[in-house]
């Protein structure tokens, strides 16, 4: 249990104890309060500054280590990066409380305090059943671990080192985001449209997994969070329009991105959904790429399998061949690092996915087999995750044809999450290959819809490039794999779209430099090789595509 402290340890030499003098007060209880003596609010923004107060204040004598405190908050990192970021936080920290007049903290080259001529440390009352500081668990699993001990009585003595975390025990790390609501200043006008949108966003934001939904309680103090999602719905010339923003709270508050959606005319009542779905795919795809950047910065040694698989994801969008399959080494240390996490399943599934199409598996039935073994893992472990179900939909239909699971598999990662482009479009390309080419570019299309000038979205255009393809609209489907290849002139399927379209356009001239691109890429590419991969159940649309590849150029 956490005990009242009326004064602070570790005094600097030639500081008295001048504890009803203090300008500041930390209050451990449900929450963490921060406040000066005359009752003005000082709690600091962001997760592991509030973080760092909390463990001085728990920590016997008020004192800790500076490797330990690192290591608590950090415990992924390597111990220098962990410092480095301890000292930038340590800085931020100083100057928000200075700016106040307070400074609460002592350090030397080893150690940091609270300083007692500055801090006086008080409990407040807490709820039965409420751990303590909430607001504060799910940053890193060795304080969660630390912040139970502490609140049985049990904290470890300062000199403890953070025990490292066991190889194959599940450390996944989910970041929060506060979501705030959503601000009408439009008025009665609108309604309780407001009210629409923030209820429409939970229920989106709710579906993902690899996120921390937090929201505010009343009577208690806003939680810390990584992330904020805010916003307001305003008039536009006299139409409603809703802007929701993406600030980074812990790293400063920086806006990462801005998006603006306006009442379509046509769907007025779909207002709230449709703003909801752009939020919760934009806010999924930005974290992906976020937290890939903070994977990078681990050494594989100190790596959870959550960061094997997060580092990898720019290797495998790239295409790089060498870099693509070290990233299938990786992906499978992350599986024997750790066997029950899904999302790794799922990315090795995917993975494989690409290596045969690409050309690149030199073993195919046995790369068959682990895509198989892979994606039914990954939902085994978790039967509620969209995008590990899409996956497995996907592998199913391109790689076993077994278009009809490919389709269930879709629509069940569309039920969970409505809002992910990676399932609209597996799901279009199983339509596509189950004769219905229409319903798959509807689907396509909204993919695009939901994340507009997605970098990675290469997958999904060159998918719509084949669709066109098949529908006869050869000129368009040539365009679209042009454009394809500019972004990314590795991927093959765009390649085999564009040279297809070509070929029926009788332009074979223009279709050789796509044709010499895809045999270098993959050089046991041949017509008899794709006619037995290709997963179409249509006869039709099978002898269409190899028509226009010949007519392109590929024997």
């Known amino acids: 249990m956490v005990r009242p402290s009326h004064s602070v340890g570790n005094t600097p030499p030639g500081a008295e104890r001048t504890d009803t003098a203090a300008p500041m007060r930390l209050r451990l209880g449900d929450a963490l309060q921060v406040v000066s003596a005359d009752g003005t609010p000082l709690l600091p923004g962001g997760a592991r500054p509030r973080a760092l107060l909390a463990l001085l204040a728990l920590a016997p004598g008020h004192v800790m280590p500076r490797r330990l405190v690192a290591g608590l908050l950090w415990s992924g990192a390597e111990p220098r990066q962990a410092l480095a970021r301890l000292r930038d936080v340590l800085h931020d920290l100083r100057g928000g409380l200075l700016s106040g007049g307070v400074d609460p903290f002592g350090a030397d080259a080893s150690s940091l305090w609270l300083r007692a001529d500055r801090v006086v440390v008080e409990t407040a ?123 980074d709270a812990a790293g400063g508050g920086a806006v990462l991105w801005s998006l603006t959606a306006e009442v379509d005319a046509a769907r007025p009542a779909a207002f709230a959904e449709d703003v909801a779905a752009l939020a919760c795919a934009r806010l999924e795809h930005e974290l992906l790429l976020l937290e890939a950047e903070r994977a990078a910065q681990v050494p594989l040694s100190e790596s959870s399998a959550q960061d094997l698989v997060m580092r990898v994801l720019p290797d495998i969008y790239r295409l790089e061949r060498d870099a693509f399959l070290r990233a299938g080494k990786i992906l499978g240390m992350a599986v024997k690092r750790d066997p029950r996490l899904a999302i790794a399943h799922a990315w090795l599934a995917y993975w494989n996915i690409l290596l045969v199409g690409q050309g690149w598996a030199t073993q195919e039935r046995d790369v068959l087999a682990a895509a198989a073994a892979a994606a039914e893992q990954a939902v085994l472990l978790d039967p509620r ?25 879709c629509r069940q990662a569309l039920a969970i999450n409505p809002s992910l482009p990676a399932a609209w479009t597996f799901s279009g390309m199983a339509h596509a290959y189950s004769g219905e080419p229409e319903t798959g570019r509807r689907h396509l299309l909204r993919a695009l819809q939901l994340l507009p000038r997605d970098p990675h979205a290469f997958f999904t255009e060159a998918g719509l490039a084949t669709v066109e393809m098949l529908l006869g609209n050869h000129e368009t489907a040539a365009d679209m794999a042009r454009a394809v290849l500019q972004m990314q ?67």
Do not use: K
């Not at 909430?134 to 502490?150: F, M, N, S, T, V």
């Not at 939909?393 to 278009?403: E, I, N, S």
């Not at 890429?521 to 159940?537: E, K, N, S």
């Open 489 to 555: 002139p590795r991927f093959t399927a765009a390649l085999r779209a564009r040279i297809a379209a070509l070929g029926h356009l009788g332009r074979e001239g223009e279709a050789r430099p796509a044709v010499r691109a895809l045999l270098e890429i993959d050089p046991g590419f041949t017509l008899q090789r794709f006619r037995r991969a290709a997963p179409y159940v249509r006869r039709r649309d099978v002898d269409h595509f190899l028509r226009g590849l010949r007519l392109g150029g590929v024997s």
């Open 385 to 409: 995750d969209a995008r590990g179900l899409a996956i497995a939909g996907h592998a199913r239909g391109f790689l076993h044809h077994q278009v009809p699971e490919a389709l269930s598999l």
């Open 125 to 247: 009352p807490r709820t039965e059943g409420w751990p303590l500081l909430a607001e504060l668990r799910g940053i890193d699993p060795q304080l969660d671990e630390w912040l139970a001990r502490a609140e049985a009585g049990t904290t470890a003595p300062p000199q403890a080192e953070p025990r490292p975390a066991e190889r194959g025990a599940p450390a996944t790390r989910r970041p929060s985001v506060l979501v705030v609501p959503v601000r009408n200043l439009a008025g009665p006008r609108v309604g309780h449209l407001d009210a629409a949108v923030n209820d429409a966003v939970l229920a989106a934001l709710s579906a993902l997994r690899a996120v921390a939904v937090v929201v505010e309680v009343p009577g208690r103090p806003a939680p810390a969070a990584d992330y904020l999602l805010t916003g307001n719905i305003h008039l536009s010339e006299n139409r409603a329009q809703a802007v929701l923003r993406f600030i």
